[in-house]
């Protein structure tokens, strides 16, 4: 099983600033990796597949990089709405996929 | 509009056998491209992915939970149905569905459901 490894666990971020969030896989996901989005109460949001890829609707805000083994989701300056849980998934070992442990994003 | 809706039992009890439906609105069970995967979500924990089902009624299950799992459909109901046997307090959990659409190489997990949180207890 492909291990996904998230950090940190949280992030302390003043509004308007950028946060930079980052997930490691234990071998090479080639960019297959999404990342999503969580609020309390709330189902997971897709942001952005193939490691770079904002999916429908996602503001240009958020921007995704990295291959194999590192990749990295930033917020270029966050908003009240983005504080949140944010999880990697890796999908490369389908039809097997694994999610990260989540990081939390929380207002400083 | 895409939309998914879980529902099932809010209470199980340990040893007893959990089903979940998944019903399903704006798209189809029968279309090649698309399936419906259920995630679970412990409190306070990560995401878990547990199985997935397609059109063609390929199935897949998570290695560690597989003994438990069956996933299965209901293409003119709209419905996807898991059921986990043996329940323990451990798999109390908010557990979700979601899309999947394989479109080349990419896989998306898009839009989900609300979830539902089932909780095993005596």
């Known amino acids: 099983e492909i291990v996904m490894t998230q950090s940190p666990a949280t992030l302390s971020v003043s509004p308007g600033e950028r946060a930079t969030l980052s997930c490691r896989a234990s071998?090479?996901?080639?960019?297959?990796l999404a990342w999503y989005q969580q609020k309390p109460g709330q189902a997971p949001r897709l942001l952005i597949y193939g490691a770079s890829t904002r999916a429908t609707g996602i503001p240009a805000r958020f921007s995704g990089s990295g291959s194999g083994t590192e990749f990295t989701l930033t917020i270029s300056s966050l908003q009240s709405e983005d504080f949140a849980v944010y999880y990697c998934q890796q999908y490369n070992n389908w039809p097997s996929v694994t999610f990260g442990g989540g990081t939390k994003v929380e207002i400083k | 509009q895409v939309t998914l809706k879980e529902s099932g039992p809010v209470l199980v009890k340990p040893t007893e056998t959990l089903t979940l439906t998944c019903t399903v609105s704006?798209?189809?069970?029968?279309?090649?491209?698309?399936?419906v995967s259920w995630i679970r979500q412990p409190p306070g924990k990560a995401l878990e992915w547990l199985a997935h089902i397609f059109s063609n009624d390929e199935k897949s299950y998570s290695t560690s939970l597989k003994s438990r799992l069956t996933i299965s459909k209901d293409t003119s109901k709209s419905q996807v149905v898991l059921t986990m046997t043996n329940m323990d307090p451990v798999d109390t959990a908010t557990y979700y569905c979601a899309r999947i659409q394989r479109v080349v190489a990419v896989i998306l997990f898009d839009p989900w459901g609300q979830g539902t949180l089932v909780t095993v207890s005596s």
């Open positions: 071998q090479s996901v080639s960019s297959n």
């Open positions: 704006g798209f189809s069970l029968s279309n090649a491209r698309m399936g």
